[in-house]
């Protein structure tokens, strides 16, 4: 085997790893934006539900206005952020930690407590959050596995050059508290 044929052998073989990294990393990025998409589907039906909820909690809690406007401009910025960006995250994160606040309140109304409306709605919410979590915790995974995977040899040589970055977790941060108690139903 001349010199010529072993650099033709090392090239294909670099060429070969390349593309096995390549595509190995769109199908993990991939994964990634479908595991987002699948949080986002769960979060714009919370969206949908809090303005009932509002409703139902302004009628018995009228003086609990500064928490109801909260729940409202929340969901508003929710709504309105970037789909899949960190303003997304962050909007969400306020979301939860308000409607956590939203439910919190329901403890000091009684008459609110046994409205067949709210109840309904809250179970719903629990439900949508238990979704949430579910679809948080493998789009977290989907994004281990995609970092991983970017960071791993042979693709570390090669994903930052196809334009593969690390994506960002899907945090609860401080308001992680308020959205594991916000969906417990106890009446």
């Given at each position: ?9 090392i ?25 987002f ?52 995250i ?9 409607l ?22 809250q ?30 040899f ?34």
């Amino acid at each position: 085997m001349g010199f010529g044929t072993i650099l033709l052998i090392i090239i294909v073989v670099i060429g070969a790893l390349a593309v096995m990294a390549y595509n190995s990393l769109v199908h993990l990025r991939q994964r990634c934006r479908q595991a987002f998409a699948d949080i986002d589907v769960q979060t714009k039906q919370r969206h949908d539900l809090v303005p009932n909820l509002v409703e139902t909690v302004k009628g018995y809690a009228a003086h609990e206005r500064g928490t109801l406007d909260e729940v409202v401009k929340a969901r508003a910025a929710a709504v309105s952020a970037p789909a899949g960006s960190p303003q997304q995250i962050e909007a969400e994160q306020a979301l939860s930690g308000a409607l956590g606040r939203l439910i919190a309140i329901s403890e000091s109304y009684p008459d609110l407590k046994a409205n067949q409306n709210f109840l309904d709605l809250q179970q719903q919410l629990a439900d949508i959050e238990s979704r949430i979590a579910a679809a948080r915790r493998f789009y977290n995974g989907a994004v281990s596995e995609y970092n991983a995977g970017i960071q791993a040899f042979p693709a570390v040589l090669f994903a930052s050059a196809f334009g593969f970055t690390p994506e960002t977790f899907f945090d609860l941060g401080e308001e992680r508290a308020a959205v594991v108690e916000a969906p417990s139903v106890k009446f």
